[in-house]
């Protein structure tokens, strides 16, 4: 059994590689039906990274106000690719690109009841989490930080969206949970709240 607290590498992202954006604007849509297995460590290390990752002078992918960064990013494994050692809940860390292991085991199920019993999350191999601690933003913003944060999740959100339609993979974004089960589900400070559920997935073969 894993350690709560373990962090696992993940691999850099290859430039390179994929379709272009136009591409995947134009391709990009919304599903519910995964095939109940694990896809590719690499895939999963360029959703994570896509979701906020690091890039060039210290930045990410995402745009933030003022700088500050205000989201985290879960994965919740449930059929875990080839370099993570077993199904669970991670937290990703953007500052060097890792994941470490905040829960051991399958979740999936309760994840699907806490949203309102949308039982195709239980089915998706993961399911990446978009949260925020939104006093990051307000303390400097006042109110309308909150605006700011919910900006940067859509803009994390479609990050992620658009980087599974370049890697063949599925996906559809979430709002409908219950925020206290959520929460609790997923062990959060009092701070952090959830505002996107992205399960994500290989297809299912027409």
Known sequence: MSEIGMTFPLEK?????????????????STR???????EFRQLSYLMWSAGGPTEGGRRTIPS???????FFMAVIGAPPQGLPSPGQYRYRPE?????????????????????????????PAVIAV????????????SRG????????????????L???????GSVMIGAF??????????????????YLIPVGPLTVP
């Open 33 to 39: 039906r995964f095939a109940e297995t694990p896809f």
């Open 163 to 169: 980087m599974a339609e370049s890697l063949g993979l």
């Open 13 to 29: 992202p290859d430039l390179k590689e994929g379709l272009t954006l136009s591409q995947v604007l134009f391709s990009r849509s």
């Open 65 to 71: 106000a003022g700088a500050l960064y205000p989201l």
């Open 178 to 195: 219950e925020d206290d089960k959520l929460a609790a589900l997923l062990n959060l400070a009092p701070e952090e709240e959830i505002l």
């Open 96 to 124: 060097n690109h890792s994941l470490d292991l905040h829960r051991p085991g399958d979740i999936r199920r309760e994840l699907a009841e806490a949203s309102l019993n949308q039982g195709f999350i239980a089915k998706a």
């Open 146 to 161: 909150h605006r700011y944060v919910l900006m940067e999740a859509g803009h994390a959100g479609q990050n992620v969206s």
């Open 131 to 142: 949260g925020a601690s939104p006093r990051t933003t307000t303390y400097r913003y006042g």
